[in-house]
């Protein structure tokens, strides 16, 4: 089955640090997420993606976010500058888009970050 | 705030039991979704229902959706150890271009 995949898996990075978190969603999706989910919180939206650009964005994803889809299967979430409150778990989700089974979003098994 | 809320926050049950978990949300809404996740893993879609489906079914699981309440349910028939984990409502607004979680309800099974 098809599925959303994420690299690293889990990055020890120094504050300050530029960290870049890398996905490949399902290859015929259109649509492209970024969440964050800090340890024992609740999951929440960070950006989403469609036709090149940034539909949607969260007050979390601040100019020290950037998102990218450098090429055809890439699609990564960049840190400028981390901070110690930006240690979660990222998860990367895409969806196909259109009605009915094309709403369903499917996440990656998310990149840890640990900012010390 | 537009984000299911999930009730309760945490569930135990024996084995073989059935778990019920519900889902409140505030505004009109396009899909509702339901997924699991294992500590410290991934979400894992479960069963996505419309806003003008009433029940859907998967296995065992169940979900039902009130739009006039706002509201939906997953059931869990005949629960097994593996369905020990976090379960968490997403609902899908018209624009569609995000989904938001509620905060989760935590299902332990009992052997």
């Known amino acids: 089955e098809p599925e959303v995949t994420q690299t690293p898996s889990h990055q020890v990075t120094q504050m300050g640090q530029e960290v870049i978190l890398r996905c490949v969603p399902i290859?015929?999706?259109?649509?492209f997420y970024w969440y964050r989910q800090i340890l024992g919180q609740k999951v929440e939206f960070l950006v989403s993606?469609?036709?090149?650009?940034?539909?949607?964005k969260s007050e979390i994803f601040d100019d020290q976010f950037s998102v990218e889809r450098p090429d055809g299967s890439n699609f990564t979430l960049k840190i400028r500058s981390t901070k110690l409150e930006d240690s979660a778990m990222y998860f990367c989700a895409s969806r196909e888009g259109g009605r009915g089974s094309g709403n369903t979003i499917y996440f990656g098994e998310g990149s840890w970050l640990t900012v010390v | 705030s537009q984000q299911g809320e999930e009730d309760p926050q945490a569930l135990s049950i024996q084995e073989g039991e059935n778990a019920t978990m519900n889902c409140s949300y505030k505004?009109?809404?396009?899909?509702l979704q339901w997924y699991r996740q294992n500590s410290g893993r991934g979400l894992v879609h479960l069963i996505l229902?419309?806003?003008?489906?009433r029940e859907k079914h998967s296995g065992r699981l169940r979900v039902t959706l009130d739009t006039s309440k706002k509201s939906s349910s997953l059931l869990i028939t005949a629960s097994r150890a593996a369905d020990t984990a976090s379960y968490f409502c997403a609902t899908v607004y018209s624009s569609a271009s995000k989904i938001i979680f509620g905060s989760g309800t935590r299902l332990s099974i009992r052997p």
């Open positions: 290859s015929n999706h259109l649509y």
């Open positions: 229902i419309r806003s003008n489906e």
């Open positions: 993606f469609y036709n090149n650009e940034i539909s949607e």
């Open positions: 505004t009109s809404i396009n899909n």
